[in-house]
């Protein structure tokens, strides 16, 4: 796994990160997508477990976990799917998703179940940073799963440098408030919360996520930080019958 030398401070490559959700648009095909994007390129993955209730999605994704729980997708399922994980793909993988699975799973036996599998961390915006230190860190550290937080436009500077103490891996940085599925859209505002980060020389990557779909959104965001994520509009293609074709130059169309 490249997950070190992906997230280190020499990696000078602007990183193109996929998600995904788990068990859509069939039960199985969770893998198989992860296998294609490895080999066209793909820097890391992100796949989402889905839940009922996914609050800072768009309609996209939530039209997509909708569709993976009525496949019979939950995390028992997913973490079963992946134990051939690293003997078919060898990029950091990361699952998205929110606290309610994790907490019925129950939070070592999910840490556990990612390092088996080959999981190199988590994204879970909904489990508060204290909440975090207090009660989970720990677990997560003996596991040597990597939590990564979320910065938006409202994080204070020192929540900011905060997050990057206690980050392994990357900072999920979003490009707005917005749900996902939203068009990024680099105004007066945007530009300088992406410049007073970009400014603030963290110690570990900024990935922008959220409304990243074509290769000129692509480039706007990775003119400030180090990589960033399509998640909407590879799901929707998803939805397409034909969508294993159109994979690659889907990828080819925003990595020009």
Known sequence: MQTEHIFSPSNTKKMLSIYYTAGYPTLDSTLPIAEKLETIGIDFLEIGFPYSDPVADGPVIQHSSEVALKNGMNLKTLFEQLKDLRTRV??????????????????????????????????????????????????????????VFLVTPQTSEERIRKIDTLS?????????????????????????????????????????????????????????????????????????????????????????
């Open 90 to 147: 060898s990029i950091p993988v990361f699952l998205m998703g929110y606290c309610n699975p994790v907490l019925q799973y129950g939070v070592e036996n999910f840490c556990k179940s990612c390092q088996e599998v080959g999981v190199n961390g988590v994204i879970i915006p909904d489990l508060p940073m204290y909440e975090y230190e207090e009660l989970y860190q720990d677990i997560f550290e003996r596991y040597g799963i990597s939590n």
């Open 168 to 256: 392994t891996s990357f900072i999920y940085l979003l490009s707005s408030n917005a749900t996902t599925g939203k068009t990024l859209e680099v105004k007066d505002t945007s530009e300088a919360y992406f410049k007073r980060l970009k400014d603030m020389r963290l110690q570990h990557p900024l990935v922008i996520g959220f409304g990243i779909s074509s290769a000129q959104t692509f480039q706007k965001a990775t003119d400030y930080a180090n990589g960033a994520i399509v998640g909407s509009a590879f799901v929707k293609l998803l939805a397409e019958e034909d969508y294993e074709s159109q994979i690659l130059p889907f990828i080819q169309s925003i990595r020009k």
